[in-house]
């Protein structure tokens, strides 16, 4: 596992949305997929990422409708990304230091958003080893 690439546990299909959606749409999303994150674009161009922590702080927790609210008001948009080919280890680093549970994926060439790993993406690899 120490030398484990993110590549190799990374998620690669992410669900993304439209600046201009909705909270309600989004959470949807979310909800349909079992999914706790969305990156956020504006027509090609990468703009950040939403979580459930970030609707509820940024929307339930103020009282706002969820209906008028959209990506471009909540969207966090400085984003910690991790090469694809670092190992595992140093994802768990980058994860404790800032305490986050995702963290975007980068193609090590181009630098370009081709995954997430997530806690759970780590955890999973550990139980397919029979470590727990």
């Known amino acids: 596992m120490k030398t484990t690439k993110i590549r190799d546990l990374m998620t690669r299909d992410i669900i993304s949305v439209n600046l201009n959606d909705s909270v309600d749409k989004i959470a949807l999303l979310m909800t349909e997929n079992r999914i706790g994150s969305v990156l956020v674009y504006d027509n090609d161009d990468f703009i950040g990422l939403i979580t459930k922590r970030d609707m509820l702080e940024r929307v339930v927790l103020d009282c706002l409708n969820p209906c008028k609210i959209l990506a471009k008001d909540i969207v966090t948009k400085n984003i910690i990304t991790i090469s694809d080919q670092e190992i595992v280890t140093t994802c768990l680093k980058m994860m404790y230091k800032h305490k986050i549970k995702r963290i975007l ?6 630098g370009k958003i081709i995954g997430i790993i997530t806690s759970y993406d780590i955890i999973a690899a550990f139980n397919s080893l029979d470590l727990l």
């Open 105 to 110: 994926v980068t193609n090590s060439e181009e």
